[in-house]
């Protein structure tokens, strides 16, 4: 008897490590092009820049620096107020390990494929076997839009809550089945790592937790309890993730977000795909524009096309016929997921304009495409569903293993056919330094981004017509401060993110001119005492009066109540997380002791 648990201990080990070793090989095709010694073009350049003024932040002690310097132009602006932090987190465990900024951003990438594979794994093994599981990771890892995500557009925030998407699915879904405290906290945590990973995805996803919460008010056995389980886990994740996007959403109009991201070029008329573009958008590394003539593809795959037709068939069928309870909830389920993914396509469409019209807080999305990322998933289990209806279907065995070695094969050769996809257009030999130097912080990568600057700081229209700042490379700051008017002699004690410290010899009354955009939070203090700020200049820059004399003048970038509250809540919330996790852990020892 003891033999036989150790044998049956044994195996299901055996089993589950060959899941996770199957798991972390299933995207090494499309991780493979990050294995080299340079980095890669792509639409968004800012990566390394970002994560080289987080490491700075960290290493002048500030754990979350929501204000970094040299951006905007070298006056600085909140990026980390509004710019989702997770995955230069993420990247920044590789970089204090001893790696590059690059190999780190390389690494966070391999994370997020792998983690991809793992979370869309653990989704579809609610509806089929580890094997077909597998399969749905596999098939989830090549779709188009995944090698667009990365090594098109170089989205890498969007590509992690690609990641991060299935499991806050799994969870929900999980709890409808079965509903725990443990599942309530993991719904939590997932919910606020999308969030911080990218919020512009994680709003759109309450389309789909609502299908969530309608599918457990309809077939759940205890409707009231799931459903409270469900919406309390969310809430946790909003309380978690409260310390960024509450400031980040109240704070916004304090910058220049709505009048970049919702307008002009950013206006999401111009981006929404063609229906024919599903079936035939030739691969290419350029941007989106209007009608059908983007630089990118929108193809969902001919061979995911056929997949998709091949279970429509199957499913359609198969409702006709009498069948198992097993098969006909399985049905019910795939049904389900086949709802959303024609949701998500229909979303990208122009057909949904009428949708995007109405709910302003879609406009920060940009581009309707975006939907793409919940089709992925959808797309990934709807398609391996064909190998079920297969087996319910034919019961002759010789045809059962012709018809499922036919699948297999086809599945072999999209996985070939597409990780083709999964490389840059070129790569290039570079260092950390040329990637992140002060004219690169200053000009190059700041002329990208410039939405979090404040609001009223001078602008102009670009050659193209599109606003940007009037800001020319000779008004770019030597230092960090700069006498205005008057005589007065500077020595400089402090120069951190988030607090400034000068030493002054003020020999005739003079106007100081701290480099830094005036921005809610930021105070000065003259001899331990605040002083008024001015801010009535071209770039909206902090300026303050100093008398005569010797002087200690401070500046201090502080937390306003809205970032106050925001940190208290999520703060109470993890602690609540860390004391549910511990009373879960304490019943576990108590049912162990007593058997």
Not at 125 to 144: E, P
Not at 166 to 192: E, R
Not at 295 to 304: D, N, T, V
Not at 470 to 476: G, K, M, Q, R, V
Request: contains cysteine; positive net charge.
């Amino acid at each position: 008897m003891v033999f036989n648990a150790l044998h049956f201990y044994i195996i299901d080990f055996m089993k589950k490590a060959g899941i996770i070793i199957a798991l972390i090989f299933i995207p090494i095709l499309a991780i493979l092009p990050l294995f080299n010694s340079g980095y890669f073009n792509m639409h968004d350049v800012q990566h390394p820049v970002r994560l080289f003024l987080l490491n700075k932040g960290i290493s002048q002690g500030y754990l979350y620096p929501r204000w970094v310097d040299d951006l905007g132009f070298g006056f600085g602006y909140p990026l980390f107020n509004f710019y989702p932090p997770l995955i230069y987190y993420v990247a920044i465990v590789f970089v204090l390990l001893g790696f590059s900024l690059v190999c780190s951003l390389k690494i966070m990438l391999g994370v997020g494929f792998v983690l991809g594979a793992f979370s869309s794994y653990l989704y579809a093994r609610l509806f089929f076997s580890r094997r077909l599981s597998l399969l749905v990771a596999t098939f989830f890892t090549y779709t188009f839009y995944h090698a667009i995500t990365v090594y098109v557009r170089g989205a890498f925030a969007e590509f992690f809550s690609y990641s991060l998407f299935p499991l806050v699915a799994y969870f929900l879904q999980s709890l409808i089945n079965k509903p725990s405290l443990g599942k309530i906290l993991g719904l939590g945590l997932s919910f606020a790592l999308l969030l911080l990973c990218h919020p512009l995805i994680a709003f759109p996803s309450v389309f789909f937790i609502g299908a969530y919460l309608l599918l457990a008010w309809v077939f759940a056995k205890k409707k009231v309890r799931v459903i409270l389980s469900q919406i309390f886990g969310l809430v946790l994740g909003l309380g978690l993730s409260a310390f960024f996007w509450l400031p980040s959403f109240f704070e916004k109009k304090d910058s220049l977000v709505e009048e970049i991201l919702t307008k002009e070029l950013f206006n999401y008329r111009l981006h929404f795909v063609q229906l024919k573009q599903f079936y035939y958008s030739p691969w290419g590394f350029g941007g989106s524009t209007a009608g059908t003539a983007d630089g990118i593809s929108f193809q969902i795959g001919k061979y995911y096309l056929l997949f998709l037709a091949l279970s429509f068939l199957g499913g359609a069928f198969l409702l006709f016929k009498k069948t198992s309870n097993k098969i006909k909830k399985t049905l019910m389920l795939v049904g389900f997921n086949l709802c959303l993914l024609g949701f998500s396509w229909f979303m990208t469409l122009p057909y949904s304009q009428f949708i995007w019209d109405k709910i302003n807080y879609l406009w920060y999305l940009q581009f309707p495409w975006r939907f793409f990322t919940f089709a992925s998933l959808y797309l990934s289990i709807v398609s391996v569903s064909v190998f079920v209806w297969w087996g319910a279907l034919v019961k002759n065995r010789l045809w059962h293993k012709l018809g499922q070695i036919f699948l297999i094969a086809i599945a072999f050769v999209l996985v070939i056919k597409y990780s083709l996809l999964f490389k840059p257009q070129t790569t290039f030999e570079t260092t950390d330094k040329k990637l992140t130097n002060l004219k690169q912080r200053q000009w190059v990568i700041s002329k990208t981004s410039f939405e979090f600057v404040p609001k009223g700081v001078a602008t102009k229209k670009n050659e193209l017509g599109v606003t940007t700042l009037a800001i020319n490379s000779e008004d770019l700051p030597k230092e960090s401060y700069r006498i205005i008017k008057g005589k007065a002699l500077v020595k400089t004690k402090l120069n951190h993110f988030r607090n400034k410290k000068y030493l002054l010899n003020v020999i005739k009354p003079a106007i100081f001119q701290l480099n830094t955009y005036h921005y809610p939070g930021w105070s000065a203090f003259l001899n331990g005492q605040q002083v008024i700020i001015s801010d009535k200049n071209r770039f909206k820059l902090i300026r303050v009066v100093l008398p005569k004399g010797t002087h200690n003048l401070v500046f201090k970038f502080q937390n306003t109540y809205v970032r106050s509250v925001a940190n208290v809540i999520s703060y109470v919330s993890f602690g609540f997380l860390l004391f549910c996790k511990a009373v879960i852990w304490m019943k576990k020892q108590q049912k162990r002791f007593w058997g």
